[in-house]
């Protein structure tokens, strides 16, 4: 009966192994080693024949002589059909073996054809050069932009120093009617009337005195608002006001600060010369506030 389960044991992993085709049998690459020497160690079980057990004659009285004989028969034949068995699932084992090694084959990592490499390579290429042209861009853009915010500094520095510049601007528009005045009143003395020592010959001593007084009165005035003029003029300087009269060194004509009212012919000067001043003018910060009326020598 021992004999018989073993035998039954090696047919059954025999109808087993058969009902997978080895073509149609894919281990995975993690499990082909492992299962195949699993299937291995279970077929040389499976063909490895159990120890018999012993019966004692008493119990096993029946067994004639003749049984004997028919059970070592027996025995032999299953012993050798049990040996081909084995050999065969030894055989399939084999095979699962090679089948596995060669689905195994074409997973194992290789270099990928010339074509997939060139395909790599230009894909690689141009992606390098949308990076390269990215760069260019932003570089670009970033120069552009702290071109502009430079240009933005300047322009803003320019026009605070111009409102600091010209914020008195008005004021001053206003101030010059106010010092045309001041210089009118001066120029209405004549400069014989500020000497002391000039007493036109009279012989009347009273009205010498008079004369006098008068005089020094009238001298102490226009020293007062000599005075006061200078002090005007360098205050307004200060601030960038500045007053000019091309006629004091016979400037020659300029447009831009000075305006022609009349010409005439003035002996030893020559033409375009400004040989006298009707109204001075002004410059604020080098910015022409108003311009000068004179006369043009024309000789010609």
Do not use: W
């Not at 029946?62 to 049984?67: D, G, L, N, Q, R």
């Not at 084999?94 to 074409?106: C, K, N, V, Y």
């Not at 101030?175 to 005045?181: A, E, H, P, R």
């Amino acid at each position: 009966m021992m004999q018989r389960a073993i035998l039954n044991r090696s047919r059954r992993a025999v109808i087993i192994s058969t009902r997978i085709p080895a073509s149609q049998y894919r281990p995975s690459s993690a499990s082909s080693s492992s299962s195949s020497h699993f299937l291995q160690a279970s077929f040389r079980r499976a063909a490895t024949p159990l120890p018999a057990r012993r019966i004692a004659p008493s119990s096993c009285s029946f067994y004639s002589t003749e049984s004997n004989t028919a059970t070592s028969s027996s025995s032999s034949s299953a012993t050798q059909g049990e040996t081909s068995a084995a050999e065969e699932l030894l055989q399939a084992a084999q095979t699962i073996d090679d089948a596995g090694g060669a689905s195994q084959s074409p997973q194992s990592p290789s270099s990928p054809p010339p074509r997939q490499q060139e395909s790599q390579a230009d894909a690689q290429s141009q992606e390098l050069e949308s990076v390269k042209r990215s760069v260019i861009d932003l570089k670009d853009k970033l120069l552009r932009s702290v071109a502009d915010f430079r240009n933005l500094q300047d322009r803003t520095r320019r026009e605070v120093e111009s409102a600091r510049a010209f914020a008195i601007q008005r004021f001053a528009k206003d101030l010059i009617d106010s010092v045309d005045n001041l210089d009118r009143a001066l120029g209405t003395v004549a400069p014989e009337k500020l000497d002391l020592n000039d007493n036109n010959n009279n012989n009347n001593n009273n009205n010498n005195d008079d004369d006098a007084s008068s005089k020094k009165d009238l001298i102490n005035l226009y020293d007062g608002l000599k005075m006061t003029e200078t002090i005007l003029m360098q205050t307004l300087k200060k601030h960038g006001l500045e007053r000019f009269d091309p006629a004091v060194n016979g400037e020659k004509f300029d447009p831009n600060l000075h305006e022609a009212t009349f010409q005439a012919p003035v002996q030893g000067k020559e033409d375009g010369t400004v040989f006298l001043t009707q109204q001075k003018g002004f410059v604020l910060n080098g910015r022409v506030l108003r311009a000068a009326k004179v006369g043009l020598v024309k000789n010609s």
